[in-house]
């Protein structure tokens, strides 16, 4: 089969620039009244501020509501998934830092959790501690970015100040962890990467008995905000059987009342032994959502400081100690020929893993980020595929947009939360 | 109101369906159902309505290629091994009723590989094939917009498919600029 593009005869650039599109090829996807010219066809993107990232929307605006809405995605497709097919499987882990890239850490969750599941590896219970420190960790990170720039796109220009002060913090304490502050790759298939450093305790303890006070000023300057409560509430409802049949997950499902959280269904990394909630919406408009979120935080806090807690009594391997997955302790590579080998041999060569399929998904911030992954039984997959939700919530952006206004558009994109790096991978 | 016990997925299909039920498989806790291709759409819809079933939602919809020789063997009872054709095109559906997920997978052809499409069963599916279609060229009948999702609308191939090469940029020396400008006639201007 042939796969490399026929060499076709290059036309001039004057040809290529002078581009007119024809109507026609909309036909069908747009209502007729555009064809006329009753209602107007009006890009929005992929450069704008408020689409958070490279998302081209094609809207059909009749006066200034929008009748209909085809989103273009695809400008940041990276090839994450053909990469990692020529990968073994921890050296694939670097590239899920960059499909969602307000929260790595967990995309390395998803991807570290489907591996262990091929290979049938227990991760011991420091590791899972430290886990949910940073899957914690990450949340907040990422739903402050979420909240500085949902605010501006709505015309709260202050409050993405206060959120970026606190999410270098939380970043600072990510490069604490693996010496990066947004790619971290820490979270290992297995288990972590190396244990947490002794400052990181009194740093995050620290950051515990701040934030929920920051938590309180996000909330005086948004939550009883005239101005925020009139772009927000009624605006961008999503009904529950809606938002069940598009498949939308995360803040997006239980703004509308649904209470359907992974981390409480199907319980990973030890999370059935925290006590906390999962915040529920009543309307699923705009506000629902925003309100979500902002209780996420404090729910967050509460698993934290009960993980954080934790990691004072609990000791022991933060990472699998199967030397057939996981390499050795630096120390035992001086007295063990065995610890030799193994490292060897996992650095140069990997791992096999069964020539079978698996599904694994956890609760990112923005929903259920899923991994599916085909063995070949040799250290190579023949197939990764990640189920992101932010690919879903922008297949559902039609359907939730229709009949609102065009500034409500940017209110909605906002409070669903996209990240385009997840979208196209 | 009382909620109806849970039915096991592998005999409601197996009674209403029969023979479309083509191979059930089990491996690290996950439930496989291989149905006919042609019947894929009516078993996705008969497991999301029927009582004691309810897989409401369509998780993931992911494709894989056996290409070049895992697939199309005499099946010798290895319970992994059961893949009649090149394409395997998976839908992961969840119960949030009964708290549980059931992978429905399908096998397509190489050289005319069809599927019917899931987005009368569930919109969600509608991207999630597209993405199918347009990366393994996979084609979904009855799916209402075959434009290509993530790549350009001119790209040639299907790029996840696993004779397509995983291909590099060449980088620019004074011994093949030359050479490599009449690749990239543009990258000059």
Known sequence: MAVAAPPQSPESIEEQRRWEGSLDQLRGLVSERAMTGETMLLNMGPHHPSTHGVLRLLLELDGEQIVSCLPDIGFLHTGIEKSIEDKSYEKALPLTDRMDYLSPMSNNMAYAAAVEKLLDLDVPERGQIIRVVCLELARCASHLVWLGTHAIDMGAMSVLLYAFRERERILGMFEMLSGQRMMSSYIRPGGVWRDVPADFLPTIKQFLNDFPYKVDDYEALLTKNPIWKDRAQGVGVIEPDVALAYGMTGPALRGSGVNWDLRKAQPYSGYETYDFNVPLGEHGDVYDRYLIRIHEFRESMKILNQAVSRLETVKGPFRSENGKYCPPPRSELGQSMEAVIHHFKLWTYGYDAPDDEIYSAIESPRGEIGCYIHGTGANKPRRVHFKTPSFIHISALPVVAKGYLLADMVAIIGSVDIVLGDCDR | ?189
């Open chain 2, 1 to 189: 109101m009382e909620i109806p016990a849970a039915r096991d997925p592998v005999s409601a299909v197996r009674d209403v369906f029969g023979d479309a039920l083509l191979h059930v498989k089990a491996f690290r806790g996950e439930t496989t159902l291989v149905v006919a291709s042609e019947r894929t759409a009516d078993v996705l819809d008969f497991l999301r309505v029927s009582s004691g079933l309810v897989y409401n939602m369509l998780s993931d919809v992911s494709a894989v290629d056996y290409y070049p020789n895992d697939y199309g063997d005499a099946f010798d009872g290895d319970e992994s091994d059961y893949r009649p054709e090149r394409f395997g095109v998976s839908y992961h559906i969840l119960s949030m009723l009964y708290n549980r997920r059931l992978r429905v997978k399908a096998f397509a052809a190489e050289d005319d590989p069809r599927l019917p499409t899931a987005t009368v069963v569930w919109p969600a599916a509608d991207w999630l094939e597209r993405e199918i279609a347009d990366m393994m060229g996979i084609v979904f009948e009855g799916h209402s917009d075959q434009r290509r999702l993530l790549m350009p609308d001119d790209w040639y191939g299907h790029p996840h498919r696993r004779d397509y090469p995983l291909g590099k940029e060449t980088v620019a020396f004074s011994f093949n600029v030359d050479e490599i400008h009449q690749h990239k006639p543009f990258a000059r201007d």
